[in-house]
């Protein structure tokens, strides 16, 4: 089931009303969910990434647009009636009941043609518990279960009733660190299994990154980038999209263009052709920069943290806007760790331009 | 730990509640048992230098006095049926003050209003309602003049006036009254308690129920009752803890005679019973009977506890 987002928009009335000032949470959000895809929505806090998620759900009524399921136009549908599954922030399991009674709960409110009798529905729950894997936990109450299984347990109850669409909103910001590898994994598997569109919310970039078939990176309400993971890490839109993803973080710093050839601070490092002359803000990915004794960039050395697989280089530059400049270089350099200095030369595609005063990218050609 | 050294001081500090506990909670309870257990304890007897045998005399005694039946099983029956009714009224309050947004708080100042208010005035102005004003006219042509808005709503609605607290008026009719009075004057505390207990139940149980299309009442049964569990089985304990201690409702109503007019003491309870017995210097059978209640009241909060083991989710 494709689902189609036609300028959503949800507009928050102002709380305080001598304020007077309303909330844009979602503005002019514009999207066709190609069916069967997950799709990360990400941001950072109050980009407006769950109250999309939401409007999407029908628990949140849009200000403004439409939304689609196909061909369906859902957007004044009531939310048990989309045919959705959704998994909370925090689960929102009943704690009352057990495993099986949570599961069972959705299929027990079906109504009409849709009603089943007993022995289907549990089949069905034992289905779709073996699917999560927590077809052993099935007496056990929320409360007696672990972080992950718990999740488990929301998606199971998500998927009983074979949603048209899922929606998880935060699902792993619960979970920890391993967990949460592992259940990202898992969320992913489960998708390709059921082959359910899914969207999901995150402000974890890796998270979105590593399981998304696209992601549409959020700021303020507004949509900034929307593609495959790769290429929008490959190709940020603006400076925002560019700082956002990635760990370690881009690397930024101040610099000029003058003549086709990029300046930062005196040292002239790369060839920009089709430029025009101006102030630019540069952004290095970390893995962007190579050791080169001559290369053009000269940073003070600060300190080299080793990985194992890779070195880490932290060093500053008097044009950087961030207090240290993080480079990640194969571990097959011996990096002299007693100099006062460190000199990089600068992978052109890893190399990006903005404008200084709208921070949109700036395109170049690369030799 | 407190230092040794200062902990003089730590007793300095609560030298005044201990003292006026000791003083007016521990020992009466110490006294009421010894005062239970000795046969015929009586104050006119204490005053004539009578020395009393340990014994349960004074226990046969209470338990084979009519009086004291009568109050029991007032006091029963209005447990059982106001404990009930009032939990759930407060219940169904309680939900739909929840779901209503404006005017909540008002609301719910409205509903707590009677909780402030002294039992005793309430009890007067439902007397006034419940009221009926006396006979007239001669046998076989009564003409019933009625001064109460109960009765006067009744009338229009083409009812006979019913005499609910006066002289000549049925036993059921006071029962009702009362019933009416307790669990009016029990519903804002409850109110309070549910309400607050609905308020901390987190919206994404009722957001998941709403996505998977779950009918309301289910909601209420299968998500509310059982979330409000804690609550519930909070008011219903301290309901019937209270249930069984009832006096001043009824003087309220029926003033210090506990009963109507030609029929006193009808509506006695097991308070008004042990309030009744110390003017009659009755010591030890009064100290019976508060035993008694307090063996009710244990059994019943136990059974109660019991109940909310296998009821109550926390």
């Not at chain 1, 101006?278 to 962007?288: H, K, S, T």
């Not at chain 2, 106001?82 to 100042?109: G, M, Y």
């Not at chain 2, 102005?125 to 709503?153: E, H, K, R």
């Not at chain 2, 309400?195 to 289910?218: C, F, H, W």
Request: charged fraction near 20%; include cysteine.
């Amino acid at each position: 089931m494709k689902v189609v987002l036609q300028n959503l928009t949800k507009i928050f009335p102002s709380r305080d009303k001598k304020a007077g000032k309303e909330v844009v949470a979602v503005n002019d959000f514009t999207f066709e969910i190609p069916d069967g895809k997950l799709i990360g929505l990400l941001g950072p806090s109050g980009c407006g990434k769950s109250t999309t998620l939401y409007m999407i759900s029908g628990l949140q009524k849009p200000t403004g647009g439409k939304i689609f399921f196909g061909d369906d136009d859902v957007t004044e549908l009531s939310t048990e009636n989309r045919g959705i599954g959704l998994v909370f922030q925090n689960y929102a399991l009943y704690p009352h009941m057990t495993v099986k009674q949570n599961i069972l709960f959705p299929l027990q409110n079906l109504k009409g043609a849709d009603k089943l009798d007993k022995d289907t529905m549990l089949e069905r729950a034992y289905e779709v518990a073996r699917l999560v894997q927590i077809d052993e936990l099935m007496d056990r109450k929320p409360s007696e279960l672990s972080g992950g299984q718990q999740q488990r347990v929301a998606i199971a109850r998500a998927l009983v009733k074979m949603p048209r669409v899922l929606l998880l909103d935060e699902p792993l910001s619960n979970l920890d660190a391993r967990l949460r590898l592992q259940t990202r994994e898992e969320i992913r598997r489960i998708q390709k299994e059921t082959g359910i569109t899914t969207v999901f919310v995150t402000h974890d970039q890796e998270e979105a990154m590593s399981i998304s078939d696209m992601i549409v990176v959020m700021k303020l309400g507004v949509v900034q980038q929307i593609g495959e993971p790769q290429e929008v890490y490959d190709n940020p839109i603006n400076l925002f999209v560019a700082k956002f993803l990635g760990t370690p973080p881009i690397n930024v710093l101040g610099g000029r263009v003058e003549g086709g050839r990029l300046f930062i601070g005196e040292d002239m490092v790369m060839e920009v052709t089709g430029v025009a002359d101006q102030p630019v803000v540069v952004g290095i990915r970390p893995e962007g920069f190579e050791l080169d004794d001559n290369g053009p960039l000269c940073c003070t050395l600060k300190n080299v943290e080793v990985m194992g697989r890779d070195v880490s280089i932290v060093s500053s530059h008097a044009a950087s806007l961030n207090p240290q400049i993080r480079s990640i270089i194969n571990a097959d350099h011996r990096v002299d760790t007693s100099a006062e200095t460190v000199r990089f030369s600068l992978k052109p595609h890893k190399v990006f331009l903005f404008d200084a005063g709208t921070e949109a990218r700036i395109p170049y050609e690369v030799k | 730990m407190v230092d040794s050294k200062q902990q003089w001081k730590a007793w300095l500090y609560l030298s005044p509640a201990i003292i006026l506990l000791l003083v007016f909670t521990v020992w009466p309870i110490i006294n009421t048992v010894r005062m239970a257990f000795l046969d015929g304890y009586n104050g006119l007897a204490i005053v004539g230098g009578a020395r009393f045998t340990v014994g349960i005399a004074n226990f046969q005694k209470v338990i084979g006095l009519t009086s004291f039946k009568t109050s029991l099983y007032n006091t029963t029956l209005l447990c059982v049926l106001t404990v009930p009714i009032s939990t759930l009224l407060a219940l169904l309050i309680a939900v739909a003050l929840n779901s209503i947004k404006p005017l909540q708080k008002l609301l719910q100042t409205i509903f707590f209003l009677p909780y402030v208010t002294n039992s005793i005035a309430i009890g007067m102005v439902f007397a006034a309602m419940f009221n009926i004003v006396g006979n007239m006219g001669t046998a076989g042509n009564d003409i019933i003049i009625t001064a109460g808005i109960i009765n006067n709503l009744i009338e229009l609605f083409g009812g006979e006036p019913i005499n609910w607290i006066n002289a000549g008026s049925t036993y059921a009719a006071n029962i009702t009254v009362m019933v009416v009075y307790i669990v009016w004057n029990a519903l804002p505390f409850k109110i309070l308690v549910l309400l607050g207990g609905l308020q901390s139940i987190n919206r994404q149980y009722y957001d998941a129920a709403k996505v998977d299309g779950t009918p309301r009442a289910r909601v209420f049964t299968r998500i509310t009752v059982p979330l409000l569990s804690p609550m519930l089985a909070y008011v219903i304990i301290t309901g019937f803890i209270g249930g069984f201690k009832e006096y001043s409702s009824i003087v309220g109503i029926f003033g210090e005679d506990m009963g109507p007019a030609g029929a006193p003491h009808r509506l006695n309870t097991i308070v008004g019973y042990i309030y009744d017995a110390l003017p009659k210097m009755n010591y030890g059978q009064a100290s019976a009977a508060a035993l008694i209640l307090f063996a009710i009241i244990l059994v019943v909060t136990m059974i109660n506890m019991q109940v909310s083991k296998k009821r109550v989710h926390y």
